[in-house]
């Protein structure tokens, strides 16, 4: 069983090339980021078209959140995090799919730092650890999967100086992400790519994709149950070189049925 996560940037933009990238790879299940698109502009009858079924947690121009599965209809679970009442943004799913809970996540970027948007995705995580706490104790097989705005470790990006100052990599961050896994879960990139190296992001400026700066923010953690059944893990990281591509690259784990 294949599950895969990718932050799309617009799913309309991107929809040539996420149609693509679903029939050469087929994920079982494909957690969506980024989606940007209210719920009924969601185009669910293209991923019918090729045997995929959906459920999404939209917004209109920014965030928003899909689960696809092949052949299958996810079950929701969940939608939004407890905790913040107010909060209105479509950063979270949850769904059992094929016996296996998947949550698909766009955690807040964060910047600038310091001030309320750092102090907001700080709290955001603290409530995902809460859920992931809720759901660890059901004992169902999970992956919390998707964009988590985390560089966890300086082996996680090109340039330590050059992020140095960013949201993404500050000390409480790198805190808040190793309590998940102080946890219990497990992170499957950095599991099978442990001396680091590995990028699931390159910015649109500067020519990052073509110098090959970028970073890893995209991670897939794993329940115990399906960490013992991980096969492979990686990154596609050809889309991210096709024409119209996202910023991101889709990352994907393989587990034994």
């Not at 500050?170 to 442990?194: H, I, S, V």
Request: glycine share 8%.
């Amino acid at each position: 069983m294949k599950i895969a996560s990718f932050n799309i940037n617009g799913i309309k933009a991107r929809l040539p090339r996420l149609l693509e990238w679903l029939e050469e790879t087929r994920p079982a299940v494909a957690c969506l980021q980024e989606i940007k698109t209210q719920d009924e502009g969601f185009p669910a009858e293209e991923f019918e078209k090729i045997g995929y079924h959906a459920i999404w947690h939209g917004q209109k121009s920014f965030n928003g959140v899909a689960i696809l599965a092949d052949g299958v209809q996810p079950v929701e679970v969940q939608r939004g995090l407890p905790g913040e009442p107010e909060d209105d943004h479509s950063r979270y799913l949850e769904a059992d799919v094929n016996g296996v809970r998947v949550a698909c996540i766009y955690l807040p970027n964060g910047n600038p730092q310091p001030g309320p948007k750092f102090d907001y995705k700080l709290r955001w995580m603290e409530r995902l650890r809460g859920r992931m706490a809720q759901v660890w104790v059901e004992e169902v097989p999970a992956a919390f999967v998707g964009d988590y705005n985390v560089i966890p470790t300086d082996k996680d990006v090109w340039a330590v100086k050059a992020m140095a100052d960013d949201a993404l990599m500050q000390p409480e961050t790198r805190d808040a992400y190793m309590r998940l896994l102080g946890d219990g879960w497990t992170d499957a990139l950095a599991t099978l790519n442990p001396r680091g190296g590995v990028w699931t992001y390159w910015d649109y400026q500067a020519g990052a994709w073509q110098k090959d700066h970028g970073f890893r923010i995209d991670h897939m953690l794993l329940s115990p149950e399906l960490a013992d059944r991980m096969v492979a893990a990686g990154v596609d990281k050809e889309y991210r070189g096709r024409e119209k591509a996202s910023d991101h690259a889709p990352v994907w784990v393989d587990l034994r049925a």
